[in-house]
């Protein structure tokens, strides 16, 4: 049976492929660490790592945010998502931020072209706020 998360859950998805559990998963958890930090105090927030055969297989899990990191070639998450949300930052053949920046959709997207710039898709995205702006989503967050 299937644990249900609550509503002030976050969800970050990496590939299940082996490029995406050794490179983006650690990114992942890098990301998870930062989230914690900046929600620190916020009731009952959780952030969960997983990868996008969990996520994609289960329809519960799409009512929660998530942040998908990876590229479409190693994350099947980032590739439906590739069509369906706004690009919020690109740097052209380099890497690319997408999310609703108004905040009415809570899915995104953060990855590059290879391993070394989805690592600078990911510093950007905390660094430049983006990961703030997303996270303003959540009851008392970053109040």
Same mark, same amino acid.
């Given at each position: 049976?299937?644990?249900?998360?609550?509503?002030?859950?976050?969800?970050? =998805?990496?590939?299940?492929?082996?490029?995406?559990?050794?490179?983006?998963?650690?990114?992942?958890? %890098?990301?998870?660490?930062?989230?914690? %930090?900046?929600?620190?105090?916020?009731?009952?927030?959780?952030?969960?790592?997983?990868?996008?055969?969990?996520?994609?297989?289960?329809?519960?899990?799409?009512?929660?945010?998530?942040?998908?990191?990876?590229?479409?070639? =190693?994350?099947?998450?980032?590739?439906?998502?590739?069509?369906?949300?706004?690009?919020?930052?690109?740097?052209?053949?380099?890497?690319?931020?997408?999310?609703?920046?108004?905040?009415?959709?809570?899915?995104?997207?953060?990855?590059?072209?290879?391993?070394?710039?989805? =690592?600078?898709?990911?510093?950007?995205?905390?660094?430049?706020?983006?990961?703030?702006?997303?996270?303003?989503?959540?009851?008392?967050?970053?109040?």
């Amino acid at each position: 049976m299937e644990e249900t998360l609550s509503e002030h859950t976050l969800l970050i =998805v990496t590939g299940a492929c082996l490029r995406g559990e050794r490179k983006d998963r650690p990114l992942a958890y %890098r990301l998870q660490d930062e989230t914690a %930090r900046r929600m620190m105090g916020v009731a009952r927030f959780e952030c969960v790592v997983m990868s996008d055969v969990w996520y994609l297989n289960s329809k519960e899990l799409h009512k929660r945010p998530v942040i998908s990191v990876g590229g479409p070639g =190693v994350n099947h998450l980032s590739g439906y998502l590739y069509e369906r949300l706004p690009v919020a930052l690109m740097v052209e053949h380099v890497f690319q931020i997408q999310m609703d920046v108004s905040l009415k959709d809570h899915r995104c997207s953060v990855w590059g072209m290879d391993h070394e710039t989805t =690592v600078e898709a990911v510093d950007t995205f905390v660094e430049k706020g983006h990961l703030d702006r997303f996270l303003k989503m959540f009851p008392q967050a970053l109040a």
